[in-house]
């Protein structure tokens, strides 16, 4: 098992690009999410889903989309990338314990 | 407001001086604690789930513990590959999958 996967592991962008950060699991997980991690700030919910066709917002969902067209992936949009969002990105999936299992991360400059 | 607070932010040992990493919680209905290791530039790693007061898990030099208010993560006999940032979250009675999750110690085991 692969685990979580995600692509890139390095990305930079100007402002105003947009781009998709890539998720997948191979868990067979209902529960997918993305956070973002910055200095002093902790681990913050962008969105999540919990199941194929369902998503929902998070803590910070602003300047994000994301979509579920299967179990396996989750990937986060960017559709005009900002200074503010420069950040490391962590996607988790979680079965029906709770416990969720992250990704090695993508991590976003934009300048 | 559910929260987690974890102390300290920081703390350096010795090799071999054991210490505790403390994470105080009000979380409304508890439905789990998780503790997680994160190394630099990776993504957050599972340790243990506590579900009730008075639950204890081990694994190699570390312990966790739970009470109604906090949870204590014990660390035995340190070494420096024990050097990491361990995070605390837990889960509300509202959603177990949605973690609220505390800012991390920052641990240093000195050889």
């Known amino acids: 098992n692969a685990g979580v996967t995600q692509t890139p592991k390095f990305q930079v962008l100007k402002t105003g690009q947009s781009m998709t950060l890539q998720c997948a699991q191979d868990?067979?997980?209902?529960?997918m999410s993305w956070y973002r991690q910055d200095p002093g700030m902790g681990l913050r919910l962008i969105h999540y889903?919990?199941?194929?066709?369902?998503?929902d917002q998070g803590e910070v969902p602003n300047g994000y989309n994301v979509s579920r067209s299967t179990t396996e992936d989750f990937p986060l949009r960017l559709l005009s990338a900002a200074p503010s969002q420069t950040s490391v990105y962590f996607c988790?999936?979680?079965?029906?314990?709770?416990?969720?299992?992250f990704g090695p991360g993508t991590r976003l400059l934009v300048l | 407001e559910d929260q987690v607070t974890q102390s300290p932010e920081a703390l350096r040992l010795q090799e071999g001086e054991s210490s505790s990493l403390n994470c105080s919680y009000t979380?409304?209905?508890?439905?789990?604690l998780f503790w997680y290791r994160q190394d630099p530039g990776k993504g957050p790693e599972f340790l243990f789930t506590?579900?009730?007061?008075?639950e204890e898990k081990e694994k190699e030099r570390l312990k966790a513990t739970l009470t109604k208010k906090e949870s204590f993560l014990h660390i035995t006999a340190p070494k420096p590959e024990d050097s990491a940032t361990y995070l605390c979250?837990?889960?509300?009675?509202?959603?177990?999958?949605?973690?609220?999750w505390g800012l991390g110690t920052s641990l240093a085991v000195n050889p």
């Open positions: 988790a999936s979680s079965g029906t314990g709770g416990t969720q299992y």
């Open positions: 868990m067979n997980h209902e529960y």
């Open positions: 889903s919990v199941g194929a066709g369902i998503t």
């Open positions: 979380v409304s209905g508890l439905r789990g």
């Open positions: 506590l579900y009730s007061a008075g």
């Open positions: 979250a837990g889960a509300n009675a509202g959603n177990n999958r949605k973690l609220i």
